[in-house]
């Protein structure tokens, strides 16, 4: 089973909204990834997870805040966001960062949150 | 930092030809690994291929192959007797093994019947 799974698929919100964002996987994984997908262009690196750690932020705005409960699980907590946020989301997961090999570093992507702000 | 360059936007192919999706790439580490990932209109993106860069020989899955030229650093995707599945956008990407994953621009592939 190589499956990452996103929830919700779409999400509509207004500016002073706050919504959260899932995603998880029971592949045993222990690293975490969200990146922000515009139109037409790559997925950009948000946020990673190494053993429920936050390890990497890449500048993200604070009205992101990522959240890992626990080894299978992440979150991304919107709040207060702009309709320049408005992206595909995606998630990500690999196994054991701490080791070495060509394997464990392969990312296994969620579908996808279609995020609009209006 | 790592730069991923994928110069070619739109490709397009006749169902059963080959093409070939070019890829380069910017780096001063010695060990690192290399991808082709896969995204269509389902927008869930599918890894295609692999190569570690410590390995002389060109990984190959099925249909799909790499030309790997490490000193010139550069990582092309051949696909072969294309489907009409294969329409989507590649990606090529680089991680260091540090979870710096960095994808290319993409390039998308049309599969004419």
């Known amino acids: 089973d190589t499956e990452v799974t996103q929830t919700p698929k779409h999400l509509v919100m207004g500016m002073t909204n706050k919504k959260s964002l899932k995603c998880e996987q029971h592949?045993?994984?222990?690293?975490m990834y969200w990146y922000k997908q515009k139109a037409k262009k790559p997925p950009e690196l948000m946020f990673v997870?190494?053993?429920?750690?936050?390890?990497i932020n890449e500048s993200v705005p604070s009205r992101f805040s990522p959240e890992c409960p626990n080894s299978s699980l992440l979150n991304l907590h919107l709040h207060a966001l702009q309709p320049e946020d408005s992206a595909l989301y995606l998630c990500?997961?690999?196994?054991?960062?701490?080791?070495?090999?060509?394997?464990?570093?392969?990312?296994?992507f969620g579908a996808g949150t279609r995020l609009s702000v209006l | 930092a790592q730069t991923v360059t994928q110069s070619q936007p739109e490709m397009s192919v006749q169902e059963a030809e080959t093409v070939t999706l070019s890829c380069t790439y910017d780096?001063?580490?010695?060990?690192?690994?290399l991808f082709w990932y896969k995204q269509p209109p389902s927008r869930q993106m599918i890894l295609v291929i692999r190569?570690?860069?410590?390995?002389?020989q060109n990984a190959t899955e099925n249909r799909f192959s790499v030309n790997f030229q490490k000193a010139a650093k550069s990582f092309s995707l051949k696909i072969s007797d294309s489907q009409l599945g294969d329409a989507a956008m590649y990606f090529c990407?680089?991680?260091?093994?540090?979870?710096?994953?960095?994808f290319g621009a993409g390039t998308r592939l049309t599969v004419k019947p």
């Open positions: 592949m045993g994984h222990r690293a």
């Open positions: 997870y190494s053993y429920e750690k936050l390890s």
């Open positions: 190569q570690e860069a410590y390995k002389q």
């Open positions: 780096t001063s580490e010695s060990d690192y690994y």
């Open positions: 990407a680089y991680s260091s093994g540090n979870n710096d994953m960095r």
């Open positions: 990500a997961s690999s196994q054991d960062l701490l080791l070495w090999g060509g394997a464990k570093n392969i990312q296994y």
